[in-house]
Structure formats: C-alpha cells, structure tokens
C-alpha cells in the first residue's frame, strides 16, 4: 500500500505512541484522522499530564482532522479509512480496580467495536508481550499464549476479535516503548521526571530502586513507530509480527545510561517477582519480512529522550 495520500484513522491517536504515529504518517503525506477522548487512569501530577497533552497536541497532532469522542467513530464513513491503526488502551499492568475494570470494560468493547465498524479495511493491532505470561526462552509469534494479568488477558481477547471479525488485519505484539510524551508512568518516564526534577531543585542526590530481576527489551518510540508503520503498510495480511528492541536488558541499564546526564541520580536494587518472568520475543520475522530492525540502541535513545525533555523543561 502507497503511503502518499492513504487515508487513515488512528484509534487512540492522541496517546504516546499514537501522536508519533500521526507525526510521522503526516510527513509521508497521509490523509490522517486521530479519535482519542484524552483521558487517562495513570497517577501522574495532573500539571506533568498537561504539558505532555499539550506537547502532543502542539507539537505532534498537526495538519490532522481530531476527533476526541469515541462515539465519535459513528459519524465517520466506514468505507472511507484505507488502514485504521488501533492502539486505545491502558497499557499498563495495574493491580487496582478501576485500571483493571478499564481494560475489561471499555478497551475489549472498543476493539469489538472498531471490528465491526471496519470489517474490510486493513486493521493494526497494538498488543503487548503480555499476551504470552511467563516465559524464559527466546520465543517467535508462534509461542504460546498464556496470560497472567488482567492486561494481558484484555489484549489476547481483543487480538481474538480483530482476527474473528475482520479479513486483513496485522497485530504488533511490542514491549518496553520509551521516549519522551510518555504519560503512563513506565519505569523510563518516571526516571527520566525524577532526574529532571530533582536537577531543577538542586538537591543532594536523586534515589530510585530499580528490581534486580526485571529484564526488558527496551524500544525508543522512533523505531516502534517504525516497525508499526512498516508492518501497516506492507503487503502481507492476517500476520503477527514481533517489533521490539533486539537486546534483553536489565532495567538497571536504563538508569546506568541516565547517569551520563544525571550524575547525582543514584539507584538501589530490591528483588521482586510482582510481574511475569520474561525472555526474549524474537524479531526475526519482522526483520526478514518486513526489512525492519532497531536503529536505536538504549544508550542513543536515553540521549534524545533527555535532549527533548530538558528542551520542554520537563520529563
């Protein structure tokens, strides 16, 4: 599929990935519309929460039509969207009610709905490694699927309804996304703030703990909106695709990197089993089918991510 002039809708455009994507489908030239109510359960400081909902509306969701209502999607010409990129949801593992009955009760919903609404169009599908639970292994998309929290479970059961109901649909299974714009509080944005703020205050020293156990495949937001993009507009159909960063970290090298520009950020480590044991998804398939890789190591992408953050004056 030709990207110039493609018409495109982005559900739950307005959130972290979602305005990078509009971003950068703008600047290919695409015909892009943005449904998103701007509304999020994360605990953020409510002042922190505007200026990176303005920073996206300012700086990213330009040159678009904005709908900020789901009901919204009732109004729209169903015949009208080449490609309708879904990513509404909350995507963070939560044990608290109201995150937990969100993901039930309105982020499935909304899949079956967007399903029925676009039966024909090509349809993508943000998921998450969530959908496997526990693994240790390199693992590819064929890997079982097992989950173990109430997110995880949101997200195989919306990935069942896109492939039940619609005829030509892709699902990106990612994890670990950072950059700046991140409003859900994941480990990397609350760092990077807490740096930040705590350069600003001109204090001592800046302590976090970071869990010993936890190992992730960090992406920076630029090459998962690559990969999302490359496996949209590719012209395979009805595939799932691994688009992640190609190394398993330590958590802990997140912070290591942050030191560069935050020497007086110090961590301690603790030992936690509170998420699913992961291994590796591997990003083969993606590479040899689509041509898509992570251009950006951890180290390159913490240096942009604190480049724009100290510009905005803020993490």
């Known amino acids: 599929m030709e990207k110039i002039g493609a018409r495109v809708l982005i559900v739950g455009g307005g959130g972290f990935i979602g305005a990078w994507l509009a971003k950068y489908l703008v600047e290919e030239d695409c015909r892009v519309t943005v449904v998103d109510p701007f509304k999020t359960l994360s605990r953020i400081n ?3 929460y505007f200026k990176i909902t ?56 909304t899949t079956f709905h967007i399903a029925e609404m676009f039966p024909y169009a ?9 959908v496997y639970g526990s693994f240790e ?50 480990a ?11 350069e600003r205050k001109e204090t001592a020293e ?3 703990s970071v869990n010993k156990k936890a190992k992730l495949q960090f992406i920076y937001i630029d090459d998962l909106v690559d990969g999302i993009v490359a496996a949209g507009f590719s012209d395979a159909k009805n595939e799932i695709y691994h688009i992640a960063g190609d190394q398993l970290e330590p ?26 044991r992961r291994g590796k998804m591997s990003i083969s398939k993606a590479q ?6 992570p251009k950006i190591s951890l180290e390159s992408g913490v240096k942009k991510y604190v480049k724009i953050a100290k510009a905005k004056g803020f993490g």
Not at 251 to 276: C, G, H, M, T, W
């Open 188 to 198: 990397s944005q609350q760092f990077v703030t807490r740096a930040i703020y705590n």
């Open 251 to 276: 958590l802990e090298n997140f912070i290591v990197a942050l030191q560069r520009y935050f020497p007086k950020l110090k961590y301690r480590l603790f030992e936690s089993e509170d998420r699913p």
């Open 54 to 109: 303005k920073f996206r509306m300012n700086k990213l969701l330009t040159n678009i039509r904005l709908l900020d209502s789901y009901f919204d999607l009732e109004l729209l010409d169903k015949t009208s969207f080449d490609i309708v990129f879904h990513l509404a949801a909350f995507p963070l593992e939560s044990k608290e009610i109201e995150v937990s009955e969100f993901q039930i009760f309105n982020d499935i919903p």
């Open 122 to 130: 090509r349809i993508v599908f943000l998921s998450s490694v969530f």
């Open 46 to 48: 409510s002042d922190l």
């Open 137 to 186: 292994k390199e693992i590819t998309e064929r890997y079982r699927t097992a989950p173990e929290t109430v997110y995880g479970s949101s997200k195989l059961i919306s990935e069942q309804l896109i492939r039940n109901l619609t005829h030509n649909w892709v699902i990106i299974r990612t994890t670990s996304v950072y950059g700046f714009g991140d409003a859900n509080l994941r």
């Open 206 to 208: 800046c302590i976090v």
């Open 288 to 293: 040899i089918l689509l041509g898509w890789h």
